[in-house]
């Protein structure tokens, strides 16, 4: 770059990130952490200065000499979790995404389905899982009703959300040179809802979870949610909450590939984008 003059001038210098801005980039990485160290920290302190039962309230290292020493039975009941959960889960997204892609094609449908979702949504699953229980019996296939039907209602109401969000402009232009449905939903009303989608996606990530447990509370010889009654029946507190702590790292992993997943599928989507404005 050159001045009036003609003299080369000096590229501009980025201004150095403040003390305060480092500090606030530490804060902003490791403060979770640290919160959660103190928190333990504190919670540890109370249960030994106070003289806290175990039976009632266990410290933080007699729970993770617990789930050391427990570590095979606890990871055998977390594998059936993950099982039936992550097959529910499948189970609720592939269901969720076809009726979600009838109803957007045919009207008449959404106004007929969706109040009854919306009606089965409002009843809460704890009602319901006892009488799938009946028709089912106990067992893994009860496990995988219940999730997906806990699952499946925020995956339809984003996805559904997102296909009503195309821009006018751009459904008028597909139309304008004669595409077909197929064409108009796979390159139009699907990139655009993908942000939509991965929403309910993350979301029922969390319900999966809470859909499992909810089921092994009911009946159920295995799994964490089992783990966690087991132990409170027989006054083992410490198991409960190293049950708790698997499944808070289940959700909290199945939730962060989600999050993965969306983040590497976000060029295709930018670009699917891109190519339907250029078209």
Not at 99 to 113: D, G, T
Not at 125 to 138: F, M, R, S, Y
Request: charged share 15%; hydrophobic share 55%; glycine share 6%.
């Amino acid at each position: 770059m050159t001045d009036i003059q003609g003299t080369e001038a000096a590229p501009l210098a980025l201004p150095a990130p403040s003390r305060a801005g480092r500090v606030r980039g530490l804060v902003e990485r490791f403060g979770p952490w640290l919160l959660t160290a103190f928190l333990i920290g504190l919670w540890e302190f109370a249960v030994r200065f106070f003289k806290i039962p175990p039976f009632l309230l266990p410290a933080p290292s007699q729970i993770a000499v617990l789930m050391y020493n427990e570590w095979s039975l606890i990871r055998m009941h977390a594998a059936a979790t993950i099982s039936s959960m992550v097959s529910g889960y499948v189970c609720a997204v592939i269901f969720a995404l076809t009726v979600s892609a009838l109803m957007i094609r045919f009207p008449l449908m959404e106004r007929c389905v969706m109040p009854i979702f919306v009606a089965l949504q409002s009843v809460p699953k704890i009602a319901i899982a006892p009488l799938i229980l009946v028709w089912v019996g106990a067992g893994f296939h009860s496990k995988l009703l219940v999730v997906t039907a806990i699952a499946f209602f925020p995956i339809v109401i984003n996805t559904m959300t997102g296909f009503k969000e195309v821009d006018r402009g751009l459904r008028d232009v597909f139309t304008s040179v004669a595409a077909s449905e197929r064409q108009i939903f796979f390159q139009l009303r699907l990139p655009y809802a993908m942000p939509y989608i991965f929403a309910g996606l993350r979301i029922a990530t969390t319900l999966a979870v809470l859909g499992a447990i909810v089921a092994e509370y009911l009946a159920a010889s295995n799994g964490l949610g089992y783990l966690v009654l087991s132990g409170s029946f027989n006054f083992n507190t410490a198991r409960s909450f190293a049950a708790i702590i698997a499944l808070a790292v289940i959700g909290t992993t199945f939730f962060g590939l989600m999050s993965l997943i969306e983040r590497r599928l976000s060029w295709k989507r930018h670009a699917m984008g891109d190519q339907t404005t250029h078209d």
